[in-house]
């Protein structure tokens, strides 16, 4: 298994809504990560997981809530979310190397498309 | 994270080369990558080049790398109507915590393939 498997692909909220996003993986990456995607603009990161341990958090709004409970499950939790966090969720996910330099890129998932209403 | 330029836009002739531009200023950085995104899908990896090198070769692709310059570009031969999308050239930051690597983005290059 090469993929990186997102659920669901699109999610309509209203701002009252809680929901969740769903990311998971069977590559063994210990590393994963959660990107928020504007249209027509690169990607940015919000949140890394390291081993299963929140390792950065991107200054992003509490609103926005992240759980790795195992090394193959990613999830953002969200609450009280605004019109402009409408946007493409990503989740990757790479190898973890300790020390030396190496190539690990991305495996990135297809994303979840939100729209906050 | 450190700032990675590419240019807008580019419009080929389908069969005729592209070129794609990008510029980053990290020169830690040991590994860039180029990534393709379709519409509405998410990121694939196309092919990557280590700070060593000069130039890989995949196929289609070629990535150029001018240390010196901070420059790498992705050369497209025969472009296809089906390399329409947005190509991101990214590099690798290292994250000070932890042993994850951030990837810093460009802005992306939408490329137009015309008939």
């Known amino acids: 298994d090469t993929e990186v498997t997102q659920t669901p692909k699109h999610l309509v909220m209203g701002m009252t809504n809680k929901k969740s996003l769903k990311c998971e993986q069977h590559m063994g990456h210990r590393a994963m990560y959660w990107y928020k995607q504007k249209a027509k603009k690169p990607p940015e990161l919000m949140f890394v997981?390291?081993?299963?341990?929140?390792?950065i958090n991107e200054s992003v709004p509490s609103r926005f809530s992240p759980e790795c409970p195992n090394s193959s499950l990613l999830n953002l939790h969200l609450h009280a979310l605004q019109p402009e966090d409408s946007a493409l969720y990503l989740c990757?996910?790479?190898?973890?190397?300790?020390?030396?330099?190496?190539?690990?890129?991305?495996?990135f998932g297809s994303g979840t498309r939100l729209t906050v209403v | 994270g450190e700032d990675v330029e590419q240019s807008l836009f580019l419009s080929v002739r389908e069969g005729d080369s592209s070129v794609i531009n990008c510029t980053y200023t990290d020169s830690s950085s040991t590994y860039l990558y180029w990534y393709k995104q379709e519409p509405g899908a998410g990121l694939q990896l196309l092919t990557y080049?280590?700070?060593?090198?000069d130039m890989k070769q995949d196929q289609r692709l070629t990535v150029l790398l001018n240390k010196k310059d901070k420059h790498l570009s992705l050369r497209i031969a025969d472009t296809q109507t089906g390399d329409s999308a947005i190509y991101f050239c990214?590099?690798?930051?290292?994250?000070?915590?932890?042993?994850?690597?951030?990837?810093?983005f460009g802005s992306g290059t939408q490329l137009t393939v015309l008939p």
């Open positions: 997981y390291s081993y299963e341990k929140l390792s």
């Open positions: 990757a996910s790479s190898q973890v190397l300790e020390g030396v330099q190496a190539n690990y890129g991305y495996t």
């Open positions: 080049i280590f700070s060593n090198m």
């Open positions: 990214a590099e690798m930051d290292p994250i000070s915590s932890g042993s994850a690597r951030q990837l810093t």
